[in-house]
């Protein structure tokens, strides 16, 4: 069964910076295409970024020039660096993984939340 639990939400003010991690175990890290997704609240999820099992990433318009997804595959973890927050950055950030490219895959960490807020 695979676990995903991502750290490093919290407060911040705008112009700040976050970065989350998210540790993954019960499956082989490096099979996994990974991404990160966030949920406002009043709102439906949204991709945020992800990143393949080659490295190769996808950055939604919200965060392009602002946000970096990384893995490491030595850790199990993937990364999301996030600078230049902006009020419209809150939400409960969440980690993705997907086996192989298949939806049915797909298993999701609790979430962690960025505020961010003067």
């Known amino acids: 069964q695979v676990q995903l639990v991502e750290s490093g939400g919290g407060l911040v003010q705008p112009g700040g910076s976050l970065r989350l991690s998210c540790v993954a175990s019960?499956?082989?890290?490096?099979?996994?295409?990974m991404a990160w997704y966030r949920q406002a609240p009043g709102k439906e999820r949204e991709l945020v970024a992800s990143?393949?099992?080659?490295?190769?990433?996808y950055y939604a318009d919200s965060g392009k020039g602002r946000f970096t997804i990384s893995r490491d595959n030595a850790k199990n973890t993937v990364y999301l660096q996030m600078n230049n927050l902006k009020p419209e950055d809150t939400a409960v950030y969440y980690c993705?993984?997907?086996?192989?490219?298949?939806?049915?895959?797909?298993?999701w960490g609790k979430g962690t939340l960025v505020t961010v807020s003067s």
């Open positions: 993705n993984s997907r086996l192989w490219n298949a939806p049915e895959t797909d298993s």
């Open positions: 019960g499956t082989v890290f490096n099979w996994n295409s």
């Open positions: 990143i393949t099992t080659g490295s190769t990433t």
